[in-house]
């Protein structure tokens, strides 16, 4: 089984609240990650968590604040979001991270700010 | 500087007729290179990992084939419901511990 659960599929938020995506993996990996994707363009990568512990921020603005409670579970919370963060957030997650292993995505979160 | 990119950008097929895309890359000591389908508005779907030139990997209608410099996805009489964005992404290189995704390349199989 590789399957990569994200909740919910849909958000709609104004620039104000304060919410948080899940995701779920029981693959037994190690390293997980958020991507975030606009219409017609790839991936590209917020966070990496490594053994539960952040290792990478690509430069991420605050209002973005990843948790991972366990190796199963990654959280991404939302704060002040602005217009412009609207797109489709995903999660993907690994063996390892810093490795050659194939990344396995779940199906996505489509957030719209007002 | 390590580069990916992905051609065409866009293909439109009839239904049986087969054709090729490709995945060019420009990065030092590769270490894998990863085939994505997507459907709009959904996650990328995992296809096939290459790790060396010469490596090739088929599934159904899809080969994968592998190059010191490129990636070639060979789809062989495609099917309408074989449309979608297909995503390369190479591991290696300077690009740490990330992968780096192509542009991708859109696909329509019309009937």
């Known amino acids: 089984d590789t399957e990569v659960t994200q909740t919910p599929k849909h958000l709609v938020m104004g620039m104000t609240n304060k919410k948080s995506l899940k995701c779920e993996q029981h693959m037994g990996h190690r390293a997980m990650y958020w991507y975030k994707q606009k219409a017609k363009k790839p991936p590209e990568l917020m966070f990496v968590y490594s053994y539960e512990k952040l290792s990478i921020n690509e430069s991420v603005p605050s209002r973005f604040s990843p948790e991972c409670p366990n190796s199963s579970l990654l959280n991404l919370h939302l704060h002040a979001l602005q217009p412009e963060d609207s797109a489709l957030y995903l999660c993907?997650?690994?063996?390892?991270?810093?490795?050659?292993?194939?990344?396995?995505f779940g199906p996505g979160t489509r957030l719209t700010v007002l | 500087e390590d580069q990916v990119t992905q051609s065409p950008e866009a293909l439109r097929l009839q239904e049986g007729e087969s054709s090729s895309l490709n995945c060019s890359y420009t990065v030092s000591g590769l270490r894998g290179l990863f085939w994505y389908r997507q459907d709009p508005g959904k996650g990328p779907e995992f296809l096939f990992t290459l790790y060396s030139a010469g490596e090739e990997k088929e599934k159904e209608r899809l080969k994968a084939t592998l190059t010191k410099k490129e990636s070639f996805l060979h789809i062989t009489a495609p099917k309408p419901e074989d449309s979608a964005t297909y995503l390369c992404?190479?591991?290696?290189?300077?690009?740490?511990?990330?992968?780096?995704f192509g542009p991708g390349t859109r696909l329509s199989v019309l009937p």
């Open positions: 993907a997650s690994s063996q390892q991270s810093g490795s050659a292993d194939t990344q396995y």
């Open positions: 992404a190479v591991y290696g290189g300077n690009y740490g511990q990330n992968f780096v």
